[in-house]
């Protein structure tokens, strides 16, 4: 059975998706969900599921190093074999990466190579695209830009708002992500393709 440490920021809906997931013949299970924010909705949904969990305030580190190392201990003692950043907000120092490195999942907002970093579904609208989507890859040193790992479609649709595309986008991520986990899991890279 495979351990699995999932990183959130926010609501943690991504998350929960991946803990619903892990159940029955899945080959893996939660072990822990960490979060830079200690007022991270998702920590106490963990919480109630009986899950494990790490706050830590980035804002009270003298620096992103001193941040990770503490954040880089809680994780390491889980024991995890895999990490899935889900809605994590923090940009993650090349040395953290390293450390997790070919273990290391993420979701992103966007058709990847498509829109990069913040405001995905406002640049999507802004540039006229037909079709939005999310992509989760593995974390390397290039900002949201390792190898796809899979990669779900919605149209964007007449009169959509960034609020109304980010969330028929939000519903295709929590079926993609814990597809891509339950596959990634197995030892299988084959990417993902929905729609
Ligand atoms: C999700 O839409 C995720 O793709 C995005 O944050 C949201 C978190 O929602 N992540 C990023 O933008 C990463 N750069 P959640 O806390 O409900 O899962």
Request: proline share 7%; net charge positive.
């Amino acid at each position: 059975m495979k351990r699995v440490a999932i990183l959130i920021s926010g609501g943690g809906s991504n998350m929960l998706a991946l803990v619903r997931d892990m159940a029955g013949d899945h080959p893996a299970r939660p072990v822990l969900v960490g979060s830079n924010d200690p007022g991270a909705g998702g920590l106490a949904k963990a919480e109630a599921l009986g899950i494990p969990t790490a706050a830590l305030d980035h804002r009270a580190y003298a620096s992103r190093a001193a941040f990770e190392a503490d954040l880089a201990d809680r994780i390491d003692a889980a024991r995890p074999d895999i990490l899935c950043l889900a809605g994590f907000m923090r940009i993650l120092t090349p040395g953290f990466i390293r450390r997790y490195q070919g273990r290391m999942l993420n979701i992103h907002p966007s058709l990847l190579p498509k829109y990069p970093g913040l405001q995905t579904h406002a640049r999507a609208l802004a540039a006229g695209d037909t079709a939005a989507g999310c992509t989760v890859h593995e974390v390397t040193a290039d900002l949201d830009a390792g190898p796809i790992l899979g990669q779900a479609r919605v149209p964007v649709l007449p009169g959509d708002t960034e609020d109304s595309l980010a969330a028929r986008v939000l519903g295709m991520e929590h079926r993609l992500y814990p597809a891509v986990l339950r596959r990634f899991a197995a030892g299988d890279r084959t990417p993902v393709l929905l729609s």
